[in-house]
């Protein structure tokens, strides 16, 4: 409903919404450009088939239609624009120019993150403002039970293993200064542990996920403890593994937009995350 921008039921067939502007306020679509009774047709093979909107949906139960609408004409446009540069590519490549085809290559740097912005696009519109709860979150909570268990038992034999891989490991861990590190990290874990399953079983939602990053920091914390410099133990160091500078530079770039974009998506998700409503509601 939201993602086709139907505030209206439409009982004799729906159209399609290409573009327009929500307007949450007077629940409708300004300057509209739609085609007639495409949506029921797509939707329902039908013309006419009957279509429900929002004015069907609690105003407490609405999602924010703006959001949706946009987020699902992103991911489609650039679905559309991704089968343009693949076209666009194969007709130069016909023509024998594609490597002389400077605007071609301008427009796929262009398109680089088009696939993760598509794909992030594409999870906002499902799951914008739904999280379970009720018997769906309780059975959520039994899951992470037996998976904490599994991940602590997993970290405990490796813990345990890795340090007699290797007389380098065993020194590191257990002697000065590396083995202070033999009493943070596994204190930090015991920790986090600890706040996971109190977490769940107080029914809190934010100290469990906060507890379940604390031990995967601490794990990969612990593997740089006992493998560093070294990338593929024991012989491999980072610097020997490493790109030459002008491939850094240039994966370097490409991080100074990505990791912005990344952190800020994810604290986006997280606070759409925030709010609840009825597991058995559907999607709006």
Partial sequence: MAMEGHYDSHPDGAPLILFGIPNPREKRIDYAIQIPKASSLILKHSLDAPLAGLDTVPDDE??????????????????????????????????????????????????????????????????????????????????????????LAAIGLVSVLTPFQDPVYFHRWFNLPGSIFSVIVPGAVAFSAWSLFMGLKERAEARPFLAALGLFVLSFMGVGVSFYPHIVPPSLTIWQAAAPDESLSFVLAGTVVLIPLILGYTAYAYWVFRGKVDPHGGYH
Avoid: K
């Fill in 62 to 151: 609405e999602p924010p239609v703006a959001v949706v609408f946009w987020s699902f004409r992103i991911m489609v446009g650039l679905g559309f624009a991704m089968l343009g540069i693949g076209g666009w590519s194969l007709w130069r490549r016909w023509r024998g120019t594609l490597y002389e085809a400077r605007w071609l290559h301008r427009a796929s740097a262009l398109m680089g993150p088009s696939g993760f912005v598509s794909v992030l696009a594409g999870w906002i519109t499902t799951e914008v403002g739904r999280q379970p709860e009720g018997a769906l979150q309780e059975r959520m909570r039994g899951h992470a039970r037996w998976l904490g268990m599994g991940t």
